[in-house]
């Protein structure tokens, strides 16, 4: 604002170019200086144009709806996920809670029934459309398409951006669980200065 005053006063080209390259340099810094630009959450936005990925993960075709690192989210993170049939997530547990509403599809969560050194033998819950599901904090678990069609969820976390333990099997300790962060979709953009864990 400054710049521009002086600009106008002085109205030197000089002056002008320099206030003109101060502006381009803050908004640049102030909106593009993240690996990935965070433009903001427009209103109304058009799901068929955001872009979708199944990062190296074969039968999951995965969409940010609204990200904390891609749209700059505080509090919550909205994904569109679908799973062909026999394709699954991976065992894991994160410290956020988790809940998915199945929009087509069938298939089954797996979910951790023990709170020992390991997860332990999951408890197996039929999923179909029209459900929802809710993971507590820290449960390991799974999402299987057990069906014949594809699944597709819509997936709400809280506390991003999510940062990932997976296990072999039901049976590895925690302490031997590895963690993956940023996940795969958020790490050509994660950024530096990220929540502490519990």
Avoid at 61 to 73: D, I, K
Avoid at 81 to 100: D, K, L, M, Y
Avoid at 119 to 141: M, Q, R, Y
Wanted: charged content about 15%; aromatic content about 10%; hydrophobic content about 40%.
């Amino acid at each position: 604002m400054i710049a521009l005053s002086v600009c106008s006063a002085l109205s030197s080209p000089i002056v002008a170019v320099f206030s003109g390259a101060l502006l381009l340099f803050y908004f640049s810094e102030t909106t593009l200086g993240a690996p990935c630009p965070i433009h903001g959450l427009p209103i109304v936005r058009n799901i068929s144009d955001l872009p979708q990925d199944n990062y190296g993960r074969p039968g999951l075709s995965h969409m940010t709806v609204a990200g904390s690192v891609l749209h700059g989210m505080k509090e919550v993170e909205i994904w569109l996920q679908t799973f062909a049939p026999g394709s699954e997530t991976p065992i894991h547990r994160h410290s956020c809670e988790e809940v998915f509403v199945v929009l087509k599809g069938s298939g089954t969560l797996y979910l951790a029934e023990t709170h020992g050194n390991f997860p332990g033998k999951p408890v197996e819950f039929p999923i179909f459309a029209n459900s929802t599901l809710h993971i507590p904090i820290n449960d390991a678990h799974q999402v299987k398409n057990t069906g014949h069609e594809d699944l597709q969820v819509l997936v709400i976390i809280s506390r991003p951006p999510i940062k990932i333990f997976i296990y072999e099997d039901w049976f590895m300790p925690h302490t031997a669980a590895r963690l993956k962060f940023p996940y795969y979709w958020d790490e050509q953009c994660v950024q530096e200065s990220q929540k502490d864990e519990l």
